[in-house]
């Protein structure tokens, strides 16, 4: 059964360790990232962008289909699905839909909208027992199209959005979607401590999770993040994983490729990646 983030977060803020939130695309990803959660006895959140939702046929099929792998695969980790980077009419799509989270990125929005928009969204979210997450101060990067120039977030406006109800909050902290450059200034601990100090139990979220340095992921859980997101990490271990395969030739004699045997190994390249971050952020035996 699918449960909202909430719990799982809460236990990971207080335990100081944290879950991560893994992109699904199709079947041989979500399947992958469930069973690795499963093997490692951890919770974990499967994260569901819009675009990646389209893809999929829709937010009711991703609702199925998680559904029926729960049920088939005998998943008894805690499990949330969640909406990343959500529009306003997408998050209710998916309360609609039967997803168990949200998030709701009106960190485009002038402040005082943010807030009505937000406001409105927690209570439709919890009406449903659904957690909702929001976002405060863009996080850089390219996220479906959408190129945010990676902003420190103002340790106030945060405040100001955790008030309203929010499960959790995403607050940028130079962190960016995507590899991060040559030159980039690191993770900034000081906005993250000035969040912390101003919104105390509320769990944070840290987006881009993919090539941030192991002693800044440590140190960003030890400030108070709880929530974690990974998927470029993900996209680059397949596709490496299945060229791999493809150039090895493993075809069958003028048939082409058997497409279960062609995805094989990037299902595998997912799981050694969801392990080690597993294992890094600490989840490992916390379900
Ligand atoms: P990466 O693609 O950098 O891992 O970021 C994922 C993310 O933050 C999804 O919201």
Redesign the pocket.
């Known amino acids: 059964m699918l449960v909202s983030a909430k719990e799982m977060l809460d236990k990971a803020k207080a335990g100081h360790y944290a879950v991560g ?1 893994f ?1 699904i695309n199709n079947l041989e990803w979500t399947k992958a990232i469930l069973q690795t959660a499963q093997e490692l006895n951890s919770p974990v959140i499967l ?1 569901v ?1 819009e675009g990646a939702g389209k893809y999929m046929c829709g937010y009711t099929t991703v609702v199925g289909m998680v559904n029926g792998m729960i049920k088939e695969l005998g998943i008894t980790v805690p499990v949330a699905l969640h909406l ?2 959500g529009s306003y009419d997408h998050c209710y799509k998916c309360i609609e839909a039967g997803f168990s989270s949200v ?1 709701f990125d009106g960190s485009h929005y002038p402040i005082e909208e943010n807030v009505a928009k937000t406001k409105e969204l927690v209570a439709a979210a919890h009406e449903k027992g659904i957690s909702i997450e929001a976002e405060v101060g863009s ?1 850089g ?1 390219e ?1 479906d199209g959408v190129v945010g120039a990676g902003e420190c977030a103002d340790p106030n406006e945060c405040k100001a959005i955790a008030d309203l109800g929010i499960d959790f909050l ?1 607050a940028g902290i130079g ?5 991060y450059p040559e030159n980039w200034q690191g993770l900034s601990f000081e906005t993250l401590d000035a969040i912390q100090q101003l919104t105390g139990d509320m769990p944070l979220v ?6 941030i340095p192991a002693d800044m992921i440590k140190k960003a859980i030890s400030l108070g993040v709880a929530k974690i ?7 680059l271990a397949f596709a490496a994983a299945t060229r791999e395969y493809i150039e090895a030739g493993k075809d069958q004699q003028g048939k082409g490729f058997d497409p279960r045997k062609l995805l094989a190994p990037g299902a595998e390249a997912i799981k050694a990646t969801v392990k080690e971050k597993m294992e890094l952020f600490g989840s490992v035996n916390k379900a």
Do not use: R, W
């Open positions: 939130q992109n994260g962008s990343d980077h998030m996080i990067g996220e995403a962190n960016i979607h995507g590899k840290l987006h881009g999770g993919t090539g997101n990974v998927n470029t990490e993900c996209q």
